[in-house]
């Protein structure tokens, strides 16, 4: 059905000039800010990356590739970008095995709730990062409730903060929900009738699962993966509350450099190597799925 | 082929455990919160509001409160307005545009937000403004809020009945009463759910306002997390408790406004 | 009152109607019939204001409309779907239109309360569209087009989302409404019986071209095409080729005999055509019962293959030879049944002769 057209985009005044219609103001205002504030920064940043720096913080207009050089061949580089590609993916992994049957619940409670259901887990998003990693620190910290408990079992006290466990339990925990409901939408989308229909034809209830809901959900396992990848490996407050000033990724490490040590086109190209990295991860990523998605339309 | 009922509990298990992960440190720092020692203990050793009068005494914190609400006041009316124009322009106007001008309005919830932090920043070092003054950490919160909004109503606007405004056309009112006396009131929940949901993102937001404030001007979570990495008292606990309240306050209206169903998983309400 | 010249509407290469010509005069109730898809919908929207033709002209009360925006057009809708505001009451829904006239309150107050007494809708003006019937929320609807004193009132399938008893008596309240009111109106509807009911003159639509203009009368009975006489009612359809034509009758050759029908114009002797007779034309004659006096004089015999009991009729399969298959309907009192001889009777003034298409096709 064609739409209706409440006012064409472009108006013709008396002469018959083209001027843009009113129509057009909607967007410009929003096209101006996200013009200045997302495109031309990142474009600035590419710019900056290829100058050289400069000791007073500023830089010199000499186009060089020393700053993607002398980051790329710094081990030390690496293993921050290792570390932080590592705990991203393990959150991926993990938040996935426990939001999953969660979600899968979710999906097929009565509406009513769940939505009660969905308000406990979208209240915690709301909170805030500070908020909810402090929590972890009263419950993992030496003198937390857990090692408390531990004590008082007299069982040995773990080490469950300031190092990577902690960072990854606090990752997770954010980022959980985000999971729960990018899973949600496709698994709510999936006909309750086609496992029953499995079931008619002789499955088991993990066999109807495994081989008609689970391909079904893999969209929702796509977009949730890549969601909190993203988020997991640009997480800034956790990895410096829970992993004390020991565990360094990428976030910490390019922060440094431009606040602290002003330098920014070593700074820019950093940022600028670490989101190449994220991206080539979840190219990869994604086109191993669509290789297991390939039977889906 | 386990019975019924224990497959079922097999099942329900990690759904539980799930719950609980979820809610510990929410409840944990509602503990702490009215906890009277300096740290938790189970069993906790007393009810006191002592935190809160920290809280409230600590002119840093309470500077650093009403500062963020007003950015995420301000922030929030802006984005409102600029995401509803937009969602209005994408849904209706775009035509060949749309796929690029929804994948650009969207994107900065694709983007690490501590990226762009820093990308903005050098770029306002690099035209000599710096952190001077609001306008950076205004401009990077509306990035990142904008797409909710936008988001949202597109939502609502997208299950909007045109023929609604087509009788309201035939009986008589022009393209902007029409849009004035039906498309506005009817989507008015998704516009405010919007307004809520940016509201409350800047609020909470970390990578723009730790790099983007101006010295002195440090929003709460920033603060918070300045306070945590060095003293370790309950008092960010009672700030906490703010935070949580507000949350809740925030799921209960969108949930009326518009059903949570619209809003965070991206599909009409049944 | 309202004109049609030469309509035509294409979105991108889809041409949903073709060169309308159409004038409804004041007071007419039409019906724009047809198959889904065959551009009735999309005619109404372009009189309503809301498509613009891609050629031609619309004229309302000799004024030429066709480039108004639709809030200057005086016509009334009626959508599908009421198109009621929800977040308004029924008394706003319905004065809505005044306000837009900045008709004063208390002349609006007034008229509302006269209409939704009329209409039937009294206590309901604080209600909300959500709270009323369907039935309920379609006098609505028609009420908020009604106070408006349109020229023209345009109703696009009103009756679509009713159950089949409320469709039915709404469709005689709003024939009612009708002679009541008196305003010209044009309703679209793919449902013949509706068009049937209440229009003074039926256009029939198919495929974006119009096909035949007329009274029901004799929409039902002389279609003019083979695809009008296959929407409209059911037909057996006889292959024929014309053997003689003499006074109005003709003599049509077929694989089961010579049939004598209606002679008709542009068909002479040696065309082909198709010989249309309604099922309920045919009188069935069980072997050996006796033929009365005045018996029709085609006879065709045949063999029941097939019986369907629809309760006030029985709905028969009869063949009769060449593999010619008819359908005729009969009362249920002395039916007859599956393998039984039978002989079909019927007069030549049922027998309407339809042009096959110059290739030879249906």
Same mark, same amino acid.
């Given at each position: 059905?064609?739409?209706?057209?409440?006012?064409?985009?472009?108006?013709?005044?008396?002469?018959?000039?083209?001027?843009?219609?009113?129509?057009?103001?909607?967007?410009?205002?929003?096209?101006?800010?996200?013009?200045?504030?997302?495109?031309?920064?990142?474009?600035?940043?590419?710019?900056?990356?290829?100058?050289?720096?400069?000791?007073?913080?500023?830089?010199?207009?000499?186009?060089?590739?020393?700053?993607?050089?002398?980051?790329?061949?710094?081990?030390?580089?690496?293993?921050?970008?290792?570390?932080?590609?590592?705990?991203?993916?393990?959150?991926?992994?993990?938040?996935?095995?426990?939001?999953?049957?969660?979600?899968?619940?979710?999906?097929?409670?009565?509406?009513?709730?769940?939505?009660?259901?969905?308000?406990?887990?979208?209240?915690?998003?709301?909170?805030?990062?500070?908020?909810?990693?402090?929590?972890?620190?009263?419950?993992?910290?030496?003198?937390?409730?857990?090692?408390?408990?531990?004590?008082?079992?007299?069982?040995?006290?773990?080490?469950?903060?300031?190092?990577?466990?902690?960072?990854?339990?606090?990752?997770?925990?954010?980022?959980?929900?985000?999971?729960?409901?990018?899973?949600?939408?496709?698994?709510?989308?999936?006909?309750?009738?086609?496992?029953?229909?499995?079931?008619?034809?002789?499955?088991?209830?993990?066999?109807?699962?495994?081989?008609?809901?689970?391909?079904?959900?893999?969209?929702?396992?796509?977009?949730?993966?890549?969601?909190?990848?993203?988020?997991?490996?640009?997480?800034?407050?956790?990895?410096?509350?829970?992993?004390?000033?020991?565990?360094?990724?990428?976030?910490?490490?390019?922060?440094?450099?431009?606040?602290?040590?002003?330098?920014?086109?070593?700074?820019?190209?950093?940022?600028?190597?670490?989101?190449?990295?994220?991206?080539?991860?979840?190219?990869?990523?994604?086109?191993?799925?669509?290789?297991?998605?390939?039977?889906?339309? | 082929? %386990?019975?019924?009922?224990?497959?079922?509990?097999?099942?329900?298990?990690?759904?539980?455990?799930?719950?609980?992960?979820?809610?510990?440190?929410?409840?944990?720092?509602? %503990?702490?919160?009215?906890?009277?020692?300096?740290?938790?203990?189970?069993?906790?050793?007393?009810?006191?509001?002592?935190?809160?009068?920290?809280?409230?005494?600590?002119?840093?914190?309470?500077?650093?409160?009403?500062?963020?609400?007003?950015?995420?006041?301000?922030?929030?009316?802006?984005?409102?307005?600029?995401?509803?124009?937009?969602?209005?322009?994408?849904?209706?106007?775009?035509?060949?545009?749309?796929?690029?001008?929804?994948?650009?309005?969207?994107?900065?919830?694709?983007?690490?937000?501590?990226?762009?932090?820093?990308?903005?920043?050098?770029?306002?070092?690099?035209?000599?403004?710096?952190?001077?003054?609001?306008?950076?950490?205004?401009?990077?919160?509306?990035?990142?809020?904008?797409?909710?909004?936008? %988001?949202?109503?597109?939502?609502?606007?997208?299950?909007?009945?045109?023929?609604?405004?087509?009788?309201?056309?035939?009986?008589?009112?022009?393209?902007?009463?029409?849009?004035?006396?039906?498309?506005?009131?009817?989507?008015?929940?998704?516009?405010?759910?919007?307004?809520?949901?940016?509201?409350?993102?800047?609020?909470?937001?970390?990578?723009?306002?730790?790099?983007?404030?101006?010295?002195?001007?440090?929003?709460?979570?920033?603060?918070?997390?300045?306070?945590?990495?060095?003293?370790?008292?309950?008092?960010?606990?009672?700030?906490?408790?703010?935070?949580?309240?507000?949350?809740?306050?925030?799921?209960?209206?969108?949930?009326?406004?518009?059903?949570?169903?619209?809003?965070?998983?991206?599909?009409?309400?049944? | 009152?309202?004109?049609?010249?030469?309509?035509?509407?294409?979105?991108?290469?889809?041409?949903?109607?073709?060169?309308?010509?159409?004038?409804?005069?004041?007071?007419?109730?039409?019906?724009?019939?047809?198959?889904?898809?065959?551009?009735?919908?999309?005619?109404?929207?372009?009189?309503?204001?809301?498509?613009?033709?891609?050629?031609?002209?619309?004229?309302?009360?000799?004024?030429?409309?066709?480039?108004?925006?639709?809030?200057?057009?005086?016509?009334?809708?009626?959508?599908?779907?009421?198109?009621?505001?929800?977040?308004?009451?029924?008394?706003?829904?319905?004065?809505?239109?005044?306000?837009?006239?900045?008709?004063?309150?208390?002349?609006?107050?007034?008229?509302?309360?006269?209409?939704?007494?009329?209409?039937?809708?009294?206590?309901?003006?604080?209600?909300?569209?959500?709270?009323?019937?369907?039935?309920?929320?379609?006098?609505?609807?028609?009420?908020?087009?009604?106070?408006?004193?349109?020229?023209?009132?345009?109703?696009?399938?009103?009756?679509?989302?009713?159950?089949?008893?409320?469709?039915?008596?709404?469709?005689?309240?709003?024939?009612?409404?009708?002679?009541?009111?008196?305003?010209?109106?044009?309703?679209?509807?793919?449902?013949?019986?509706?068009?049937?009911?209440?229009?003074?003159?039926?256009?029939?639509?198919?495929?974006?071209?119009?096909?035949?203009?007329?009274?029901?009368?004799?929409?039902?009975?002389?279609?003019?095409?083979?695809?009008?006489?296959?929407?409209?009612?059911?037909?057996?359809?006889?292959?024929?080729?014309?053997?003689?034509?003499?006074?109005?009758?003709?003599?049509?050759?077929?694989?089961?005999?010579?049939?004598?029908?209606?002679?008709?114009?542009?068909?002479?002797?040696?065309?082909?055509?198709?010989?249309?007779?309604?099922?309920?034309?045919?009188?069935?004659?069980?072997?050996?019962?006796?033929?009365?006096?005045?018996?029709?004089?085609?006879?065709?015999?045949?063999?029941?293959?097939?019986?369907?009991?629809?309760?006030?009729?029985?709905?028969?399969?009869?063949?009769?030879?060449?593999?010619?298959?008819?359908?005729?309907?009969?009362?249920?009192?002395?039916?007859?049944?599956?393998?039984?001889?039978?002989?079909?009777?019927?007069?030549?003034?049922?027998?309407?002769?339809?042009?096959?298409?110059?290739?030879?096709?249906?």
């Amino acid at each position: 059905m064609a739409t209706t057209k409440v006012a064409s985009t472009e108006s013709r005044t008396s002469q018959g000039i083209r001027v843009p219609s009113p129509t057009s103001l909607l967007i410009l205002p929003t096209l101006v800010v996200v013009g200045f504030f997302l495109i031309l920064p990142y474009l600035n940043m590419l710019y900056i990356s290829l100058m050289t720096a400069n000791n007073q913080g500023a830089f010199e207009r000499k186009l060089t590739f020393e700053n993607y050089a002398h980051n790329l061949t710094d081990p030390f580089i690496w293993k921050v970008i290792g570390l932080t590609v590592q705990l991203g993916l393990l959150t991926v992994l993990i938040s996935l095995l426990i939001s999953y049957p969660a979600a899968y619940h979710l999906s097929r409670q009565p509406p009513r709730r769940r939505g009660l259901l969905m308000m406990l887990i979208i209240t915690p998003l709301l909170i805030g990062v500070v908020i909810r990693t402090y929590g972890w620190m009263i419950i993992l910290s030496d003198t937390g409730l857990i090692n408390q408990a531990l004590r008082a079992l007299h069982l040995p006290a773990a080490g469950l903060m300031y190092n990577s466990t902690g960072v990854l339990i606090g990752l997770i925990h954010i980022y959980v929900p985000y999971m729960v409901l990018a899973l949600l939408g496709p698994l709510q989308a999936i006909d309750p009738d086609l496992e029953s229909a499995a079931r008619s034809l002789g499955a088991s209830r993990w066999n109807a699962f495994w081989r008609i809901t689970w391909p079904l959900s893999l969209p929702g396992v796509l977009s949730g993966s890549i969601l909190v990848f993203v988020l997991a490996i640009s997480a800034y407050i956790i990895p410096q509350l829970l992993g004390g000033f020991v565990t360094i990724t990428m976030p910490i490490l390019v922060v440094q450099q431009v606040t602290d040590l002003l330098n920014w086109p070593e700074g820019s190209a950093l940022t600028v190597i670490f989101f190449v990295v994220a991206v080539v991860i979840l190219a990869a990523y994604a086109r191993l799925m669509a290789f297991f998605m390939r039977g889906l339309s | 082929m %386990l019975p019924e009922r224990v497959d079922r509990a097999l099942f329900l298990t990690p759904v539980v455990a799930l719950y609980i992960f979820l809610i510990a440190p929410v409840v944990v720092v509602l %503990l702490s919160a009215f906890n009277a020692g300096n740290y938790l203990t189970f069993p906790p050793q007393g009810l006191s509001l002592r935190w809160f009068e920290h809280f409230l005494e600590s002119t840093s914190l309470m500077q650093s409160l009403v500062l963020s609400l007003q950015l995420a006041l301000i922030v929030s009316v802006v984005s409102t307005a600029l995401g509803t124009a937009a969602a209005i322009y994408v849904v209706r106007w775009s035509g060949r545009y749309r796929e690029f001008l929804r994948i650009l309005l969207v994107s900065p919830l694709a983007l690490p937000g501590i990226l762009s932090a820093i990308a903005i920043l050098i770029l306002l070092y690099a035209i000599g403004v710096g952190t001077r003054g609001m306008i950076g950490l205004v401009g990077g919160h509306i990035i990142v809020t904008l797409p909710f909004v936008f %988001l949202i109503v597109s939502a609502v606007l997208v299950r909007f009945d045109r023929s609604l405004e087509e009788a309201a056309r035939n009986l008589g009112a022009g393209p902007y009463m029409t849009f004035w006396r039906v498309t506005l009131p009817i989507i008015r929940s998704g516009i405010v759910a919007g307004a809520i949901f940016a509201f409350i993102s800047s609020y909470d937001n970390v990578p723009m306002s730790l790099l983007l404030a101006s010295v002195g001007m440090t929003p709460l979570p920033i603060q918070l997390f300045d306070y945590l990495r060095f003293a370790f008292d309950p008092t960010p606990a009672a700030a906490g408790t703010l935070s949580i309240v507000l949350a809740i306050v925030v799921v209960l209206i969108s949930e009326r406004l518009v059903g949570l169903d619209t809003v965070y998983v991206g599909g009409p309400r049944r | 009152m309202l004109a049609l010249h030469g309509i035509s509407k294409r979105f991108h290469d889809v041409t949903a109607v073709s060169d309308l010509t159409l004038q409804i005069s004041e007071g007419e109730q039409i019906a724009l019939l047809g198959p889904s898809g065959c551009g009735k919908t999309t005619t109404l929207r372009m009189i309503a204001g809301f498509e613009r033709p891609t050629a031609g002209r619309i004229e309302l009360a000799t004024r030429d409309i066709t480039g108004l925006p639709p809030e200057r057009r005086e016509c009334g809708m009626v959508f599908q779907n009421y198109a009621l505001f929800p977040h308004l009451t029924v008394d706003e829904n319905i004065s809505f239109g005044l306000q837009m006239r900045h008709v004063p309150s208390s002349e609006r107050r007034t008229r509302v309360r006269a209409i939704l007494e009329r209409i039937g809708l009294k206590g309901l003006d604080r209600r909300y569209p959500r709270q009323l019937s369907g039935g309920q929320q379609q006098r609505a609807a028609l009420a908020r087009a009604l106070i408006m004193n349109p020229k023209v009132l345009l109703l696009d399938e009103p009756l679509a989302n009713l159950d089949a008893k409320l469709r039915e008596e709404m469709r005689f309240y709003i024939r009612s409404l009708q002679r009541e009111f008196r305003t010209t109106s044009i309703y679209v509807t793919h449902d013949q019986a509706e068009a049937l009911v209440l229009a003074d003159r039926i256009v029939v639509m198919i495929g974006g071209v119009l096909q035949q203009v007329g009274e029901p009368h004799e929409i039902y009975e002389r279609p003019t095409t083979i695809e009008v006489a296959d929407f409209i009612g059911l037909s057996n359809l006889v292959p024929a080729e014309v053997a003689g034509v003499a006074q109005g009758l003709a003599d049509y050759r077929t694989a089961v005999g010579t049939l004598s029908g209606l002679a008709r114009d542009g068909l002479g002797v040696g065309s082909q055509a198709w010989l249309s007779i309604r099922p309920e034309h045919f009188r069935i004659v069980r072997e050996g019962v006796a033929e009365s006096l005045g018996s029709k004089p085609n006879h065709l015999h045949g063999t029941v293959t097939d019986t369907a009991f629809l309760g006030n009729l029985m709905d028969y399969r009869i063949e009769v030879g060449s593999g010619l298959r008819l359908r005729a309907q009969g009362s249920p009192g002395d039916a007859a049944a599956i393998g039984e001889r039978v002989k079909l009777t019927f007069a030549p003034q049922d027998a309407w002769p339809l042009p096959k298409t110059p290739n030879g096709h249906d």
